[in-house]
């Protein structure tokens, strides 16, 4: 079945009911059948582009899904791009996936220069009302997305994910995400609202907004910068966010109608949990990753201490406690990257190099990384080594090492003699330029006694930990 056929379905057994209400145009209502009316005309217009590699730019919003599963459900190659990424990581997102075409839903001069001039897109506005074929025969045929894995910027790698798994690894979670929550009629007879402040440009906002419109509910897309106020004014029964969200949501008055937040992302601590249900909501955590070709593959319970897989997943912990997968819901591959694609794969198996074991319930828990990623309070994925490599090209470094302390980045550099302490911090400020703000290194420690290693030359983060702790000078770029 076709995703043009699978959205045909889902409309028609929805009908009037609504699917989308746009707070930035004076709250505009949007049905089912007109969500998936207007859907048909894009096919129309994308069945007749002739691009095929097409990316899309913009905020969350109604247009935003009409256009994007419009291009998908006619067999193009989808990629979301942020519209809040600088204009260097954008660049560099676009040549590695060797985009056609860039829609934008605020065309900018700076982004048409570079785009148009440098890199040869075709760059233009959102499609228009009158550009839109009326009554034309269409070839629906499944479309790909390309979501990029999050990260530090020095190497873009995306995620190819085809639409029909896309779409049927959403429904093993439905039971098991909602369970507690009314939907269709919903609560007292109200459809339930789905209040949606993150970028649907990663594959966790995507993947939430086709979840809840397969259930019936009406979705209300937002600005996480304004997500406070936002919420209040919708007073929606669900809230998709992360976990820094909710810290900031325990602090305030909570909404008559909230009764969960689904977060993912990064890990829920118990006390967080807590403090939620303290509040009068619950907290949903997910643990997934763009690889695993949809939200997530399984469900925390409450905490990062219990997860269950979900149905027609498989989980094995090896000699190395290394979690491994075996699910056809995993992505296609990264974009032209087959030797990194074939590493994690170990027959029908499958590794994003988690660390776990097996609690006695068997249920299992996620205990790190076997290579250095940290799950930000944000829902960012922080790669140490990555940020070591490029600070190590510093001229007169001679080694780097990075922590994670406190929601801040600290570099740990090691030269030879003082003198070369401000060369060092020069180049410390021009990294920091290509880094969006929650890259960026917040403190440095410039010093000449060697980074404390381990077997292999890893480094010792504990060890460095403790040393950084312990100093009593800190040198801040």
């Given at each position: 079945?076709?995703?043009?056929?699978?959205?045909?379905?889902?409309?028609?057994?929805?009908?009037?009911?609504?699917?989308?209400?746009?707070?930035?145009?004076?709250?505009?209502?949007?049905?089912?059948?007109?969500?998936?009316?207007?859907?048909?005309?894009?096919?129309?217009?994308?069945?007749?582009?002739?691009?095929?590699?097409?990316?899309?730019?913009?905020?969350?919003?109604?247009?935003?899904?009409?256009?994007?599963?419009?291009?998908?459900?006619?067999?193009?190659?989808?990629?979301?791009?942020?519209?809040?990424?600088?204009?260097?990581?954008?660049?560099?997102?676009?040549?590695?996936?060797?985009?056609?075409?860039?829609?934008?839903?605020?065309?900018?001069?700076?982004?048409?220069?570079?785009?148009?001039?440098?890199?040869?897109?075709?760059?233009?506005?959102?499609?228009?009302?009158?550009?839109?074929?009326?009554?034309?025969?269409?070839?629906?045929?499944?479309?790909?997305?390309?979501?990029?894995?999050?990260?530090?910027?020095?190497?873009?790698?995306?995620?190819?994910?085809?639409?029909?798994?896309?779409?049927?690894?959403?429904?093993?979670?439905?039971?098991?995400?909602?369970?507690?929550?009314?939907?269709?009629?919903?609560?007292?007879?109200?459809?339930?609202?789905?209040?949606?402040?993150?970028?649907?440009?990663?594959?966790?906002?995507?993947?939430?907004?086709?979840?809840?419109?397969?259930?019936?509910?009406?979705?209300?897309?937002?600005?996480?910068?304004?997500?406070?106020?936002?919420?209040?004014?919708?007073?929606?029964?669900?809230?998709?966010?992360?976990?820094?969200?909710?810290?900031?949501?325990?602090?305030?008055?909570?909404?008559?109608?909230?009764?969960?937040?689904?977060?993912?992302?990064?890990?829920?601590?118990?006390?967080?949990?807590?403090?939620?249900?303290?509040?009068?909501?619950?907290?949903?955590?997910?643990?997934?990753?763009?690889?695993?070709?949809?939200?997530?593959?399984?469900?925390?319970?409450?905490?990062?201490?219990?997860?269950?897989?979900?149905?027609?997943?498989?989980i094995r912990i090896d000699e190395k406690n290394v979690i491994w997968i075996r699910s056809a819901n995993r992505m296609l591959g990264y974009y032209n990257m087959p030797e990194e694609t074939a590493a994690l794969y170990d027959g029908e198996w499958f590794t994003l190099d988690d660390l776990g074991s097996w609690n006695e319930d068997k249920t299992f828990r996620i205990e790190g990384r076997s290579k250095h990623m940290i799950a930000m309070e944000n829902g960012a994925k922080l790669y140490l080594e990555e940020?070591?490599?490029?600070?190590?090209?510093?001229?007169?470094?001679?080694?780097?090492?990075?922590?994670?302390?406190?929601?801040?980045?600290?570099?740990?550099?090691?030269?030879?003699?003082?003198?070369?302490?401000?060369?060092?911090?020069?180049?410390?400020?021009?990294?920091?330029?290509?880094?969006?703000?929650?890259?960026?290194?917040?403190?440095?420690?410039?010093?000449?006694?060697?980074?404390?290693?381990?077997?292999?030359?890893?480094?010792?983060?504990?060890?460095?930990?403790?040393?950084?702790?312990?100093?009593?000078?800190?040198?801040?770029?």
């Open positions: 079945m076709t995703f043009y056929e699978c959205l045909g379905r889902l409309c028609k057994g929805f009908g009037n009911t609504k699917a989308f209400c746009d707070i930035y145009r004076d709250n505009a209502i949007y049905t089912y059948e007109q969500f998936f009316s207007d859907v048909k005309r894009y096919m129309g217009y994308f069945q007749n582009c002739s691009a095929y590699r097409i990316a899309i730019m913009g905020a969350g919003s109604y247009e935003w899904v009409c256009q994007v599963y419009g291009a998908l459900a006619v067999g193009k190659n989808i990629i979301p791009l942020d519209p809040y990424q600088n204009l260097t990581n954008l660049t560099a997102m676009l040549r590695y996936s060797e985009a056609e075409m860039i829609l934008h839903d605020e065309p900018d001069a700076e982004f048409e220069k570079a785009f148009s001039k440098e890199l040869h897109l075709c760059y233009r506005g959102y499609i228009k009302e009158q550009e839109l074929p009326q009554n034309q025969p269409l070839l629906p045929e499944n479309g790909t997305m390309m979501f990029f894995t999050s990260g530090t910027n020095s190497k873009v790698k995306g995620t190819i994910i085809d639409l029909e798994r896309f779409w049927n690894s959403l429904e093993p979670g439905i039971p098991i995400w909602n369970e507690g929550i009314t939907f269709g009629p919903g609560i007292n007879g109200e459809q339930i609202k789905i209040y949606i402040p993150i970028p649907m440009q990663a594959i966790y906002g995507s993947c939430m907004c086709l979840l809840y419109l397969m259930q019936g509910s009406c979705i209300y897309f937002g600005n996480a910068r304004k997500f406070v106020t936002e919420l209040i004014d919708i007073d929606p029964h669900i809230m998709v966010g992360v976990s820094t969200m909710i810290q900031i949501l325990l602090q305030v008055k909570k909404p008559q109608n909230l009764q969960m937040v689904m977060s993912s992302g990064g890990p829920c601590k118990e006390e967080l949990y807590q403090s939620a249900l303290e509040k009068g909501f619950e907290i949903r955590n997910i643990y997934g990753a763009s690889e695993l070709g949809g939200l997530a593959f399984n469900k925390c319970g409450k905490a990062i201490s219990h997860l269950t897989p979900l149905t027609g997943n498989e940020i070591e490599e490029r600070l190590e090209k510093i001229p007169e470094v001679k080694e780097a090492g990075i922590l994670y302390l406190n929601q801040k980045i600290i570099a740990v550099l090691v030269v030879d003699s003082d003198s070369q302490a401000e060369v060092v911090q020069n180049g410390i400020r021009e990294y920091n330029r290509d880094q969006e703000f929650q890259y960026k290194i917040a403190e440095s420690w410039i010093r000449k006694e060697p980074l404390p290693r381990l077997e292999l030359n890893k480094i010792a983060r504990k060890v460095l930990e403790e040393q950084y702790l312990d100093k009593n000078e800190r040198k801040i770029p």
